[in-house]
């Protein structure tokens, strides 16, 4: 059973970084693929950055590209996202969110294959 938890939200200033976390309690990183999404007040929920089960091929949408990596380490259960150079667009609440287990579908980068998710952690970048 997959129980994710993100640490690392704070507030920051704009150009500053951050580092978000998520562990997997249930030790289940390995089995799937790992996004992570964001939510702004009186937006909707969007995809930010994903990547395969193994740690490859990650996307990003096109306003973090160069700013955010995407990471996990199967070992330790743990997913990353790097954030630098931030902006007070990023502003919002991020969730770390998990495939199925045994996934091996190359639609990772889409919304709807992700089933889990954590709490969220709140990200306040001001200007």
């Known amino acids: 059973q997959v129980q994710l938890k993100e640490s690392g939200g704070g507030l920051v200033q704009a150009g500053d970084s951050l580092r978000l976390s998520c562990v997997d309690s249930?030790?289940?990183?390995?089995?799937?693929?790992m996004a992570w999404f964001r939510q702004a007040p009186g937006k909707e929920r969007e995809l930010v950055a994903a990547?395969?089960?193994?740690?490859?091929?990650?996307y990003y949408i096109e306003s973090v590209k160069g700013r955010f990596t995407i990471s996990k380490d199967n070992a330790e259960n743990t997913g990353y996202l790097q954030m630098d150079a931030l902006k007070p667009e990023d502003t919002a609440v991020y969730y770390c969110?998990?495939?199925?287990?045994?996934?091996?579908?190359?639609?990772?980068?889409?919304?709807?294959?992700?089933?889990?998710w954590g709490q969220g952690t709140q990200v306040t970048v001001s200007s």
């Open positions: 249930g030790r289940t990183m390995t089995l799937r693929a």
């Open positions: 969110a998990a495939t199925a287990t045994y996934y091996t579908s190359s639609s990772y980068w889409r919304p709807g294959e992700y089933r889990y």
């Open positions: 990547i395969t089960r193994s740690g490859n091929s990650p």
